[in-house]
């Protein structure tokens, strides 16, 4: 049972458009909401997280947006550039019960020059 | 720090074989994990440790695959026997401790696994 669904599954995005991927969640345990970006051939990397207390963080030109009430989660990129082109997955953790991270499926962003 | 290291990069073998896959996590950190990712099922976390202990293994496949972590700075992930459907991306990674400040996860470069 996947714990954290993500979508969409791929995405081509202009050069300087917005790139948005959505995640949702069921449990309400989960209390971290990290972001990673993985580049071919690359182990995934920490790219941005939130907790559930605040429902925007913005770290240069991507944002988590967080609606707590829908247990749901998006990151938006703004003035995509073909740099960001990579596979982005959203996590979910308990933080108080555990040290698990739950995944996403990922999504393939391409951002065309 | 070299960050967390993974042995081989790329191993192919036939089915049937005896695989090893070699983590050394960064040092200072208390807690490892063994995920594999496919095209088909994303990241899957397969077990990991804190302090060497195994904590969570649901994510094992099947007792083909087992995991040991014999000291702070070293973990293998075996598969005996292997099967084709074990090709895999299989990455190792490793984290300070637990609670927001100290559980960002830090993935070595992966093992890619091809099992004919």
């Known amino acids: 049972q996947q714990q954290v669904k993500q979508s969409p599954q791929s995405l081509i995005v202009q050069k300087g458009g917005i790139s948005i991927i959505n995640c949702a969640y069921e449990?309400?345990?989960?209390?971290?909401f990290p972001w990673y970006q993985q580049f071919p051939g690359k182990g995934p990397a920490l790219l941005i997280a939130?907790?559930?207390?605040?429902s925007e963080k913005k770290e240069g030109r991507f944002t988590i947006s967080f609606n707590k009430s829908a247990k749901q989660f998006s990151l938006h990129i703004m003035d995509s550039q073909p740099g960001d082109s990579a596979t982005y997955f959203c996590?979910?953790?308990?933080?108080?019960?555990?040290?698990?991270?739950?995944f996403g499926t990922g999504t393939s962003l391409t951002v065309i020059p | 720090d070299a960050g967390v290291i993974q042995s081989p990069r790329h191993e192919v073998t036939e089915m049937g074989q005896e695989v090893t896959l070699r983590c050394k996590p960064i040092?200072?950190?208390?807690?490892l994990f063994w995920y594999r990712q496919t095209m088909m099922r994303g990241l899957e976390l397969l077990i990991y440790?804190?302090?060497?202990?195994?904590?969570?293994d649901s994510g094992m496949p099947e007792d083909r695959f087992s995991a040991k972590m014999p000291n702070a700075s070293f973990s293998t992930l075996k598969i005996q026997p292997s099967e084709p459907r074990d090709s895999a991306v299989y990455f190792c990674?490793?984290?300070?401790?637990?609670?927001?400040?100290?559980?960002?996860?830090?993935f070595g470069p992966g093992t890619r696994l091809t099992v004919l």
């Open positions: 990674a490793s984290s300070l401790g637990a609670g927001e400040s100290y559980n960002e996860q830090f």
């Open positions: 449990n309400t345990a989960f209390d971290y």
């Open positions: 939130i907790r559930p207390d605040v």
């Open positions: 996590a979910a953790t308990p933080t108080t019960t555990g040290n698990q991270f739950y």
């Open positions: 040092s200072g950190h208390d807690y």
């Open positions: 440790f804190n302090n060497n202990v195994p904590i969570d």
